[in-house]
């Protein structure tokens, strides 16, 4: 069998790479890897994330192979799909990354893969890959590896030791989504790997606390990702799910990819897409929980009845919509944790007010020159000089606040 050259192995295998949310270029417009052209974030598998010191970096995002020998329905890169295949050796991709590292193109490598032969082989030959980069040319740029929670614990924890991140996806949300659609994988497996890295990382910075020559471990930490509208999960599910996993095993991230129906689909799956938007408002929610303080049973009473978030309004704005009785929020006196839940307040602007106020009593001007706007503002608040009377019990709030067709749209395509 003649194998493909270098680079029509690097198209096939960074095209298959790009269903893989936890880089998170991913959360930018979808655009098609294959056509590349100036500006294009995705051509050739470059892909965009963000360094654990803030900056973004880009990165080489590919698969070792796309050959697999599991047969979860939602990948494009199951067993029983018909797509062309490549793989690359540990040596390929090592050369890849140096090459385009040198060129300036990179900052870094991302390397997940199909399984081969066996989960321990396959994760053997991605820790291969790191080795010969770390080992054999001192490369020091970002490695995030895609450990497979099925492979020995041991082979799991050398690829720690190479990496600045590691990641397992969890997938579905619940367990008998796991099963129904990825009836290879095992949810206790999935999360005795999250755990055991976690235990891991932990160790790890303990030792280098009192050891300065410990040996790293992933000091980026881990993430995760699940599919986002493969099953009847509901966002509460979602989210209810993404809680629980950042506080049991310390998360740096949970990445949502909306399911996007593949080729020759299995009859399990829905038909179409979920709105993109649905994807955006879980990051929001996600947001929210992070740095804002929400709890995730505060944006579970945003949802609906069907239990998801709303697609036309926020869930900041939801929920606030939902709690009227909590508002108006006076800003000259309001704790820093109210003044986070008024729709149209971000951080900064809170961080801002609450500096402000120390030194006067605050106008409906000086909040609107600490805010981007106002408008949304304004009848979730009270000042010296402005009380909403009745704006907040107005039935047609929502209407009123919700952005207008043409801009939802944009995430609609
Ligand atoms: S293990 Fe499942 S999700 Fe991963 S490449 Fe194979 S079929 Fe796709």
Request: include cysteine; charge should be positive; aromatic fraction near 8%.
């Amino acid at each position: 069998m003649s194998h493909p050259p270098i680079l029509e192995k690097l198209k096939i295998l960074a095209d298959a790479a790009k269903y893989d949310a936890s880089c998170a270029s991913s959360g930018t417009a979808k655009r098609n890897s294959t056509s590349g052209g100036i500006g294009s974030t995705e051509g050739m598998g470059i892909c965009h994330a963000y360094a654990p010191d803030g900056r973004c970096i880009s990165l080489l995002k590919i698969l070792l192979t796309n050959h697999c020998i599991f047969d979860c329905h939602y990948c494009i890169n199951r067993k029983s799909s018909n797509v062309r295949r490549a793989r690359f050796t540990p040596q390929e991709v090592a050369d890849l990354t140096l090459s385009f590292y040198r060129r300036n193109y990179i900052e870094g490598l991302f390397l997940s893969s199909g399984i081969i032969k066996s989960s321990d082989h396959t994760m053997e030959m991605i820790v291969e890959a790191a080795r010969i980069l770390r080992e054999e040319h001192d490369f020091r740029g970002y490695i995030h590896l895609k450990t497979i929670p099925e492979a020995d614990p041991e082979i799991i924890h050398r690829a720690g030791m190479y990496a600045d991140r590691v990641s397992i996806n969890v997938e579905l949300s619940t367990d008998a989504g796991l099963t129904r659609l990825a009836p290879d994988k095992d949810a206790r497996q999935i999360e005795g790997a999250l755990g055991k890295t976690k235990d891991d990382i932990v160790e790890a910075k303990d030792a280098k606390k009192r050891f300065r020559h410990a040996p790293r471990f992933a000091p980026a930490g881990q993430s995760t990702q699940m599919i986002v509208g493969a099953d009847t999960a509901s966002d509460a599910d979602i989210v209810g799910r993404a809680s629980r996993l950042y506080d049991s095993f310390n998360l740096r991230r949970v990445y949502y990819s909306a399911f996007s129906p593949i080729p020759d689909a299995s009859a399990v799956l829905p038909l179409k897409r979920p709105p993109l938007i649905r994807e955006h408002r879980l990051y929001q929610s996600d947001w929210l929980m992070r740095f804002y303080d929400y709890r995730p049973q505060e944006i579970m009473q945003a949802t609906e009845a069907d239990g998801n978030l709303p697609l036309d309004i926020d869930p900041k704005l939801a929920w606030a919509l939902k709690f009227r009785e909590r508002f108006p929020v006076d800003v000259n006196r309001a704790s820093r944790e109210d003044l986070l839940r008024v729709p149209g307040l971000g951080v900064k602007a809170v961080q801002r007010i609450l500096a402000s106020r120390r030194h006067r009593t605050l106008r409906l001007d000086d909040v609107a020159r600490l805010t981007v706007s106002i408008t949304k503002v304004r009848p979730f608040i009270c000042t010296l000089d402005w009380r909403p009377t009745m704006l907040t019990d107005r039935a047609d709030l929502r209407a009123l606040l919700a952005p207008k067709q043409e801009q939802l749209e944009l995430f609609a395509a």
